[in-house]
Nanobody, 127 residues
Framework: QVRLVESGGGSVQAGGALRLSCVAS??????????MGWFRQAPGKEREEVAL???????TYVDSVKGRFTISRDNANATLSLQMNSLKSQDEAVYYC???????????????????WGRGTQVTVSS
């Protein structure tokens, strides 16, 4: 059974920082094979890509988080992280961890591409 379990969400003031983590288990292939990503969904909006990281650690970011967020992965511990700095009110959303059964990432592709999802963790940013 595939499990992606996010943690680290919470409430923070604008300008603050949070670090999200996602622990994976039961994936189709070895964790290190999968393209992994963070997505977010704000109320009334579609789920959107935030950052992806391929099996060798190459990251991609949506323009709105470049320079503020850092995605990383620990293949030995099957963990994905997202360091979020300089948080803004527009970053407020539920953040989801996702795994793609392909080893390569394709930024900008449909969320339907991703085979496995966590349940999400809420990030609240107050101004």
């Amino acid at each position: 059974q595939v499990r992606l379990v996010e943690s680290g969400g919470g409430s923070v003031q604008a300008g603050g920082a949070l670090r999200l983590s996602c622990v994976a288990s039961g994936l189709t292939y070895r964790y290190s094979y999968h393209c992994m990503g963070w997505f977010r969904q704000a109320p009334g909006k579609e789920r959107e890509e935030v950052a992806l990281i391929d099996r060798v650690g190459n990251p991609t970011y949506v323009d709105s988080v470049k320079g503020r967020f850092t995605i990383s992965r620990d293949n030995a511990n099957a963990t994905l992280s997202l360091q979020m700095n300089s948080l803004k009110s527009q970053d407020e959303a539920v953040y989801y961890c996702a795994a793609d059964n392909r080893y390569y990432c394709d930024s900008g592709s449909s969320v339907l591409r991703y085979n496995h999802w966590g349940r999400g963790t809420q990030v609240t940013v107050s101004s």
